[in-house]
């Protein structure tokens, strides 16, 4: 017999400050790790007050980076709720351009500009980048353990826009994209699962912060 359906809620952070590079962390190399800026903490609030309002997930997974842990810290102050870190759940690795402001990029990549104009993939061009499809391969793997381990109930990833794409890209088989929407800061994403179909359910929902007054406290 079919299993009950469920959903899997994929939650962009807040809006990070990127005028920080905040503590440069290693994960498949040394990474950027910007902290929330002032917007993104007032998302952050803005979103816990949504997702007190929500049934309460399974279990609830984070990535490891600043920004993330940030994002889920006010929910899980008010509800003491259980958050499992996983650093597989990171940002696609940029290689070269971790450290570097979007001007740099633009002076050694003249055809960025034209690439986004065109919705073109552009991941490819970062010298010493993670190769898409190992990290498709890391994101699917990780939420897909997720879910396993927890067969009952929602489950929450906190994470990041590269990794919303890449997960959804794996069952709407969008082969030659590596982002193929751009979530808003703190959008909930939600993919129906029963038992191994995966349905895209809804996008880029941030009707918390354009419409806070759906969501009163």
Known sequence: MSGVERRLYLIRHGKADRRSSGEAVTTRGVVAD???????????LI????LRKMPEPAAIYCSTLARARQTIAPFVEASGVRVTYSEDLVEWYGGDWEFKEFEELLVEHAEIPRRILL???VFHLAP???PFDAFQRRVVGA?????????????WVVCHGGVINAYLASFLELREQDMFFLPPNTSINTVKVRDDERT???????THVTAPELFPD
């Open 47 to 50: 979103l816990a007050t949504r």
């Open 200 to 206: 895209l359910w809804f996008l880029a929902d941030d």
């Open 119 to 121: 919705q073109d993939p």
């Open 143 to 155: 939420i897909e353990a997720g879910l396993s381990t927890h067969p009952v109930g929602d489950v």
């Open 34 to 44: 910007p902290p929330l800026d002032a917007t993104g903490r007032e998302q952050a």
């Open 128 to 130: 010493g980048g993670e």
